[in-house]
């Protein structure tokens, strides 16, 4: 039994498009939000969680209606056709909404923003004391020409310069922790000048969020079909390693993503314009769309996969009339690992998707640092780490691979915590570690999913996976969010350690989901393509 590694390949290119979607997503809509739009960290998390808002309920109707859907290109095909086509359009739509108020910030600048020198460790009291006599002289203007009430501008000495003037006058050297503490009230400042520019005329911001809408709609529409695809096309026990080239894809697909970013110098700066990005990615969603329908034939892959199940056993009984099965007809000692492993996914979601959602905003202004380095060493070293992984799992099994990615994901983000801007460098090293983490992870969780269903509603089970991943991702913008704003940025790392741990012993309870092993392969087998 070998698994067909060029046909898994192929099926994988609609992840690599999903994946690379998303990265450019989580990496630039945050930014834009608070740096342009003006939006708050618990506000920007609110708009980030919509569309999982929107995926709790579309993953699992559109997992489910591509399982009982019949097309001459298959179940799964059609959705990922007219979901990536869509999507496309509309994100290429969005670079003008963020090329029109990137314009309306330049032209509304008083002040200029030198960000290298804001987030330098080295700028003495009197380098402060220069940028705020500038921020107090453009509030006292914004007040004499109307822009700001009196209230406002009182409001602006409260909670901004009579802090940063506390600060200055305590001694006569800042430390690491006060330069912390004025950047984060200069980056308030700017916040709440963005937030006035889009509160008197909010036209822009809604053309951003209605596009937004569009494309996160139609990401819905075939995320659940494009990933139940694999399982519908490989038998069983080669799963994990069909995930691992899945997830490889993926991975591809976010380091592009990451290099478009560097390639256009997005990574570090803010009032940028995000315009070249959001048009590479649409026009490279709608080629890999190419590829792939050049290359797979759904129901052909289909087809072989049921002549490999009935050749070595594996096609269970009755499978054929077990066309509406759900949850509560599962065993109870398999129900019970079902939703382990369910409310596994959802804490480590939480964790996770909370860092690569703030990082773009974390990185530069924490550890003076551009984000996009960080995020392409995980990439590069989760794809180092893929396909050991999915054959360590076949070995040792599922769960205790998913047990020891926790386990280095926890030390990772807890390690981050206590970096300066000093020790920044060693993020570098600790991202490559947290890459590793979260293949362990990700490789592994899916498959021990849809292990427990059956053949017939492989895209229900993908739908019950992606419901709490989702969920988690609706949760953690907000309450991360909230945590920041009330706490600061240092919190983000803590954070995610606490729910990542959580979802150690959850996991640690599962008894369901590993694979069985049929028979014993070597390293070098377990690399076998079949190119037929």
């Known amino acids: 039994m070998k698994l067909d590694y060029k046909k898994v390949f192929f099926v994988g290119m609609a992840f690599f498009l999903i994946s690379m979607f998303w990265q450019t997503y989580d990496s630039i809509i945050t930014k834009i939000l608070i740096d342009k739009f003006g939006l708050n960290q618990t506000w920007s998390g609110v708009v980030m969680a919509m569309d999982n808002v929107l995926a709790v ?33 509309a994100f290429i739509a969005l670079s003008y909404t963020d090329h029109v108020q990137t314009l309306k910030i330049e032209a509304e600048t008083t002040i200029e923003v030198d960000y290298q020198s804001i987030q330098s460790a080295d700028l003495t009291i009197s380098n402060w004391e220069n940028i705020m006599t500038e921020m107090d002289s453009e509030r006292s203007a914004a007040v004499v020409n109307g822009t700001i009430t009196a209230s406002d501008y009182t409001e602006f000495q409260t909670d901004v310069y009579d802090p940063m003037t506390l600060i200055l006058d305590e001694d006569a050297v800042l430390d690491s922790f006060e330069t912390d503490q004025l950047k984060d009230y200069y980056y308030s400042y700017l916040n709440g000048r963005a937030w006035e520019l889009t509160s008197h005329n909010p ?8 596009l937004l809408f569009i494309a996160l709609v139609s990401m819905a529409t075939f995320r659940s079909p494009a990933v139940a695809l694999m399982p519908d096309v490989v038998v ?28 256009f110098g ?44 009935l050749k070595y056993g594996l096609t269970e009984e009755k499978e054929a009339e077990v066309l509406h099965e759900s949850v509560e007809e599962l065993s109870k000692e398999k129900s019970k690992s079902l939703f382990l492993i369910l409310s596994s996914v959802f804490l480590w979601f939480v964790g996770y998707n909370a860092v690569t959602t703030k990082l773009s905003d974390y990185a530069p202004k924490v550890l003076n640092l551009g984000y996009a380095t960080p ?21 040792i099994g599922r769960k205790k691979t998913i047990l020891i990615g926790i386990s280095l994901l926890t030390l990772c983000f807890g390690s981050i915590y206590f970096l300066t801007v000093d020790t920044a460098a060693l993020m570098y090293v ?20 849809v292990e427990l269903s059956k053949g017939s509603n492989v895209g229900k089970y993908t739908g019950y996976y992606y419901t709490f991943s989702m969920a988690a991702q609706i949760l ?47 390293v070098l087998e377990s690399f076998d393509v079949d190119m037929d």
């Open 203 to 210: 036209t822009t911001f809604i053309a951003f969020a209605g």
């Open 57 to 89: 309920f579309m993953l699992p109707l559109f997992g489910h209606l591509s399982d009982k859907t019949n097309s001459k290109r298959g179940r799964r095909t059609p959705y990922i056709i007219l979901g990536t086509i869509v999507a496309a359009f």
């Open 266 to 309: 997005l990574s570090k700066f803010s009032y940028v314009n995000y315009a070249p990005a959001f048009i590479a990615v649409g026009l490279l969603m709608l080629v890999f769309l190419a590829i792939f329908l050049w290359k797979v034939n759904e129901p052909k892959l289909v087809k072989k996969r049921e002549e490999d199940d």
């Open 236 to 263: 069983k026990p080669l799963r994990s390693k069909a995930n691992a080239v899945i997830n490889l894809m993926g991975t591809f697909g976010g380091i592009l993503s990451i290099l478009i970013l560097s390639l």
């Open 476 to 522: 953690t913008p907000i309450l991360s969010g909230l945590l920041m704003d009330e706490f600061s940025r240092k919190i983000l790392f803590p954070y995610a350690t606490l729910f990542v741990l959580l979802s150690f012993f959850t996991m640690l309870l599962v008894k369901h989901g590993d694979a069985v092993v049929t028979k014993k392969e070597s």
């Open 375 to 395: 995020l392409l060493i995980a990439q590069a070293a989760a794809l180092i780490a893929f396909i050991p992984i999915g054959i360590i799992a076949t070995k």
């Open 430 to 449: 600790i991202f490559g570690l947290t890459g590793i983490g979260w293949a362990t992870i990700n490789v592994n969780s899916y498959p021990m999913v």
